[in-house]
């Protein structure tokens, strides 16, 4: 059993950055491939990166390549996404998620997930 807890969210101001931290419990959090997507308001929710267990592979969203990155400190349990240069269109619940069997980008393989944190992008 894993679970997730999400912090870092806020309002900024379009341009800005803010860190998203999210904190793993669970022995086994090492081995899982973890992911950030996010849901707007209206939308489905969508993925936004991906990082492997190891953390030496990421998969970047286009839309966000250049701009968010995905890092993972493992003695720590918690993987972070560094998000630069936001833009209005960003605002969204972002969410950590855990993947025990693979490495995907759909957000029906991961098995676990946080409450979510608001990132809310002002003009």
């Known amino acids: 059993q894993v679970q997730l807890v999400e912090s870092g969210g806020g309002l900024v101001q379009a341009g800005g950055s803010l860190r998203l931290s999210c904190v793993a419990s669970g022995r086994t959090f090492s ?3 973890m992911g950030w997507f ?5 939308k489905e929710r969508e993925f936004v ?6 953390g030496g592979s990421t998969v970047h969203a ?7 990155t995905i890092s993972r400190d493992r003695p720590k349990n ?4 560094q998000m630069n240069s936001l833009k209005l269109e960003d605002t969204a619940v972002y969410y950590c998620a855990a993947d ?3 490495w995907s980008s759909r957000s029906s393989n991961y098995e ?3 409450q979510g944190t608001q990132v809310t992008v002002s003009p």
């Open 78 to 81: 918690t993987v972070y996404l």
């Open 49 to 54: 990166a991906r990082i492997s267990s190891s």
């Open 100 to 102: 025990s069997t693979g």
């Open 31 to 33: 081995s899982y491939t």
């Open 38 to 42: 996010r849901q707007a308001p209206g």
């Open 62 to 68: 286009d839309f966000v390549k250049g701009r968010f």
């Open 112 to 114: 676990y997930w946080g």
